[in-house]
């Protein structure tokens, strides 16, 4: 796999303490053919001096204004031919050389396989032990994919997805097709979860949003309605103990605005695959052909 391109690529916003040290540790990284693409978003000086100090040769773009963790990624992910995508966060970093070498080795170990991730540690993070794991969904900013999970496989992240919930849109898509998602225990990264510039509100009221608009896209037919049936009485239960009754109904209103264009984005997956999904959430799984979900899910593929 050495003659294989791989792209690391950082979207950066008002980090550049991070951003220094995240890019030094990937501009250490012993693979041959790799090239580093980071989105300073929106344009910040200060950023952008510690991107080229950290890694000269890196490939810099800036937004005019912030626009949301996976629009502006996929900006980076529009820039970049390489055979293989590994996405990182600003306040994170590798703890070994070999990394990216070592994720790109699991697609020669294991073709089907629809991403790795990397066992994290730091102040919030609990690394894995043991075994490798397979797992429902991947955190963005730690993972590696075959390009052609954007081009061929599944598409772009939607651009509704301000912050979260395009991983587990991704993720869906990936176990849909029998391409599973794998979090390798000896791959380290250190993830310092730095929370500078960020608004609260703002976390609460996207992470809630973008949540419905993934059931929206995502769920069987039969299961929507239970779902957001669920969604409702929990976030507003959550809502109610944190004492943010505006966000939640903001983020609903929201919600069904975008309702029409979640709409477009609608791939929902099978009943079957759902299931493996809720198995995959349960516990630990490290032999995926010990499941019987997966045997279905895998053999609707074959037939």
């Known amino acids: 796999?050495?003659?294989?391109?791989?792209?690391?690529?950082?979207?950066?916003?008002?980090?550049?303490?991070?951003?220094?040290?995240?890019?030094?540790?990937?501009?250490?990284?012993?693979?041959?053919?790799?090239?580093?693409?980071?989105?300073?978003?929106?344009?910040?000086?200060?950023?952008?001096?510690?991107?080229?100090?950290?890694?000269?040769?890196?490939?810099?773009?800036?937004?005019?204004?912030?626009?949301?963790?996976?629009?502006?990624?996929?900006?980076?992910?529009?820039?970049?031919?390489?055979?293989?995508v590994m996405i990182v966060d600003d306040d994170a970093w590798f703890l070994a050389s070999d990394a990216l070498s070592r994720l790109l080795a699991e697609f020669q170990r294991d073709p089907r396989l629809g991403a790795v991730t990397c066992n994290l540690e730091g102040p919030t993070e609990t690394p894995i032990t043991g075994a490798d794991q397979f797992i429902r969904v991947f955190t963005t900013g730690f993972t590696m994919l075959p390009r052609k999970v954007i081009t061929e496989w599944v598409s772009y992240f939607p651009d509704l997805f301000f912050r979260s919930a395009g991983e587990t849109f991704l993720c869906t898509q990936l176990w849909e097709q029998a391409r599973p998602v794998k979090r390798i225990v000896g791959v380290r990264m250190f993830h310092a979860l730095a929370q500078k510039g960020r608004s609260s509100r703002d976390w609460h009221f996207y992470g809630l949003r973008s949540q419905l608009l993934c059931a929206v896209m995502r769920e069987p037919a039969g299961w929507l309605l239970p779902v957001m049936a669920s969604k409702f009485l929990k976030s507003l239960l959550l809502a109610a103990k944190k004492r943010e009754p505006l966000i939640w109904l903001h983020a609903w209103a929201s919600a069904l605005i975008y309702l029409p264009e979640a709409g477009r984005w609608r791939r929902p997956v099978s009943s079957a695959t759902r299931r493996l999904l809720a198995r995959l959430g349960a516990g630990p799984v490290h032999d995926l052909a010990a499941l019987p979900e997966w045997q279905v899910v895998a053999a609707s593929k074959r037939s």
């Open 1 to 84: 796999m050495e003659s294989s391109t791989i792209a690391v690529l950082c979207v950066t916003h008002g980090r550049p303490e991070m951003l220094r040290q995240c890019l030094a540790s990937c501009a250490s990284q012993d693979h041959p053919r790799t090239e580093i693409v980071v989105i300073i978003n929106p344009v910040d000086a200060a950023s952008e001096q510690a991107a080229r100090a950290a890694a000269p040769a890196a490939k810099i773009f800036r937004t005019h204004r912030n626009l949301g963790f996976f629009p502006a990624l996929n900006l980076a992910l529009a820039n970049t031919e390489a055979d293989y």
